[in-house]
């Protein structure tokens, strides 16, 4: 191919991709929903995909055992779209109303999104929506420990594996902690609470005896003894005697 016809190879590709980057994201198609979680679509899996595979066995069990539907995808890159986009697109397209989780990762510049699709919304008094909190629902607190978890891994670096599979797991170990453990029921949450009564009733009995016994020690420490002082003199002889006196007399033998 000749300088000009690539010339002319690259203006035609400029023409027809200008017609999609003036009507916005929104022209541009959305991905069909992963059937196992994950979409490689910057293909960091491809020279292993006994790994991809090992990933969405366990972005399925997490999900099906917390009821929540989990969804992590890996773009190269974001041409014409930002990430704030890009994530609203996917979550109207997958989740719509209902709750879940969407992990978004630009893998060559490293930035991520995670999304916590809470569902449908209420208004309350006119004022801002209210998300509505459902069975499987991962509590505010815990959603900012994952997202700063996953921060505190770093910039992925471009086409590692490794970090993507450190991303998932600190996401799918967050809803396990989060959600699973509060779904052991009321018998396990009461144990909990059980158990955390008797610690605080021994601390505290231990607590009371170390203060009596505190309080004896200081009450002894200032016990403080006096004796009168009396005089003392030594008296002998008969008129100081007192009681009776026993006498017993021996007789003398016959031989004298």
């Known amino acids: 191919m000749t300088a000009m016809k690539r ?43 006994s790994r991809l595979e090992a990933l969405e066995q366990r972005v399925g069990k997490v999900s099906a055992e917390s009821g929540l539907p989990i969804y992590v ?87 590692s594996m490794d970090h993507a599979e450190k991303m998932i797991g600190v996401l799918l170990d967050g809803i396990e902690g989060s959600v699973l453990h509060d779904a052991e029921g009321p018998t396990g949450r009461w144990k909990v609470v059980v158990l955390g009564l008797a610690i605080a009733g021994l601390a505290l009995g231990g607590g009371l005896l170390l203060l009596r016994w505190m309080k004896g020690a200081d009450a002894r420490a200032a016990e403080r003894f006096v004796f009168p002082e009396l005089r003392i003199e030594k008296r002998l002889g008969a008129p100081f005697c007192g009681g009776r006196i026993r006498e017993k007399s021996f007789r003398s033998s016959a031989s004298g």
Do not use: K
Not at 33 to 43: E, K, Q, W
Not at 74 to 86: D, P, Q, V
Not at 118 to 147: A, C, F, K, Y
């Open 73 to 159: 995808v890996f773009y190269g890159s974001l041409i014409g779209r930002t990430m704030g986009e890009e994530v609203v697109r996917l979550q109207e397209a997958w989740l719509g109303s209902q709750p879940g989780v969407l992990l978004v990762v630009e893998t060559g510049n490293g930035q991520f999104w995670l999304n916590w699709a809470e569902g449908d919304s209420i208004e309350s008094d006119g004022q801002h929506p209210i998300p509505v909190l459902r069975g499987g629902m991962v509590p505010p607190q815990d959603q900012l420990m994952i997202d700063q978890q996953i921060q505190d891994l770093g910039r992925m670096p471009t086409g």
């Open 7 to 49: 010339w002319w190879f690259y203006l035609g590709l400029i023409a027809a991709w200008m017609p999609v980057m003036a009507q916005g994201p929104a022209a541009l198609p959305v991905p069909p929903r992963p059937p196992g979680g994950i979409l490689d679509d910057a293909r960091l899996f491809s020279t292993e995909p």
